[in-house]
Nanobody, 121 residues
Framework: QVQFVESGGGLVQPGGSLRLSCAAY????????MGWYRQSPGKQRELVAR???????NYVDLVKGRFTISRDNAKKMVFLQMNSLKPEDTAVYYC???????????????WGQGTQVTVSS
C-alpha cells in the first residue's frame, strides 16, 4: 500500500512562513522524484515544487524564490519550506511521487489527506 502523510500546515499572516513535512510510505523512495502539489477550491491540483531522485529542484514561477523543497532519503521524508507567504498560497498541500519529465503527473493514484495552509490577516 502506498501512503503519504502530510503535516505542518496552519494559519499564517501574509509574509509569514511555514514548513511542511511529508512522510512517504513507499518502496524504493530513493529512486523516486517527489513533489508538492496544492489545490484550492474550484481549482485543479497543481504541482508547485519538485525534487528529483538526484536532488535537483524545480518550481512553478508563482513560488520560485519563496518555496524550497528538500528530501531526507534516510527518513523517507520530503519537506517544503514556504516563506513570504501570500493569500493566494492558501490551499491544501499534498505530496506524491512525480513522473520524471512529465510536467507534473503523479506516479501514484493514492493521495494523502493533505495539510491545510491558510494565509490571511
Amino acid at each position: 500500500q502506498v501512503q503519504f502523510v502530510e503535516s505542518g500546515g496552519g494559519l499564517v499572516q501574509p509574509g509569514g512562513s511555514l514548513r511542511l513535512s511529508c512522510a512517504a510510505y513507499v518502496r524504493n523512495f530513493n529512486f523516486l522524484d517527489m513533489g508538492w502539489y496544492r489545490q484550492s477550491p474550484g481549482k485543479q491540483r497543481e504541482l508547485v515544487a519538485r525534487i528529483t531522485s538526484g536532488g535537483g529542484t524545480n518550481y512553478v514561477d508563482l513560488v520560485k524564490g519563496r518555496f524550497t523543497i528538500s528530501r531526507d532519503n534516510a527518513k523517507k521524508m520530503v519537506f517544503l519550506q514556504m516563506n513570504s507567504l501570500k493569500p493566494e498560497d492558501t490551499a491544501v498541500y499534498y505530496c506524491n511521487s512525480v513522473v520524471p519529465n512529465s510536467g507534473g503527473y503523479s506516479v501514484f493514484g493514492s493521495w494523502g489527506q493533505g495539510t491545510q495552509v491558510t494565509v490571511s490577516s
